[in-house]
């Protein structure tokens, strides 16, 4: 069976930092390309982040509104992959997801920025 | 980025009532692979989205066959033939075709 499960998240203030973790079973993790999306409190669905596996020299690509400033790693020895976000902003706030190219996906991390 | 337009925002069905929900896409999502990668989700309340349909018209394993997807270019179409109880919650598609990946702003099923 195919899981994912997320945990790092948090409340933090604004400008700090915050890292997430998806830990994955059930597939073979080291030929996966991984991606975090994030849901807004208005329910949206955003694609964050996504890395490659090992033959694709593990590209990372990131969506506008968090280059610069957000980080995905993984570590194919764990299966798992992390969401490094700094200098966070309010409108960060948000329930972050994995998932393994939308065909499972973890319960998600909430994650909020507030003073 | 691709803008994906779902309609109706909000739809409201009887157990048994057979539903469609469109998804418009800002420009074709015919990949030069051949391939349409235009998906559906369904996020049931409290839980995390779940594939559907994938690549327009194919059931993802464990998927009733009283759902089905079509379309092809930029108009694709979710069809329930008889809608029951456990399939209320949000119904978003997804697209693949040109990074980055973007979602329509979902549809959200109750019961009548």
């Known amino acids: 069976e195919v899981q994912l499960v997320e945990t790092g998240g948090g409340l933090v203030q604004p400008g700090k930092s915050l890292k997430l973790t998806c830990a994955t079973s059930?597939?073979?993790?080291?030929?996966?390309?991984m991606d975090w999306v994030r849901q807004s409190p208005e329910k949206q669905l955003e694609w964050v982040a996504q890395i490659k596996d090992k033959s694709n020299n593990y590209a990372t690509y990131y969506a506008e509104s968090v280059k610069g400033r957000f980080t995905i790693s993984r570590d194919d020895s764990k299966s798992s992959v992390y969401l490094q976000m700094n200098s966070l902003k309010e409108e960060d706030t948000a329930i972050y997801y994995c998932?393994?190219?939308?065909?499972?996906w973890g319960q998600g991390a909430s994650v909020t920025v507030s003073s | 980025d691709v803008v994906l337009t779902q309609t109706p925002p909000t739809l409201s069905a009887t157990i048994g009532q057979s539903v469609s929900i469109s998804c418009r896409s800002s420009?074709?999502?015919?990949?030069?692979?051949?391939?349409?990668?235009l998906h559906w989700l369904l996020q049931r309340p409290g839980q995390s989205p779940q594939l559907l349909i994938y690549s327009v018209s194919r059931l993802e394993s464990g998927v009733p066959n009283r759902f089905s997807g079509s379309g092809s270019g930029t108009d694709f179409t979710l069809k329930i033939s008889g809608v029951e109880a456990e399939d209320l919650g949000v119904y978003y598609c997804v697209q693949g075709t040109h990074a980055p990946w973007t979602f329509g702003g979902g549809t959200k099923l109750e019961l009548k």
């Open positions: 420009q074709s999502l015919l990949h030069s692979n051949g391939n349409t990668y």
């Open positions: 998932t393994w190219v939308m065909d499972a």
């Open positions: 059930g597939f073979t993790f080291s030929n996966a390309w």
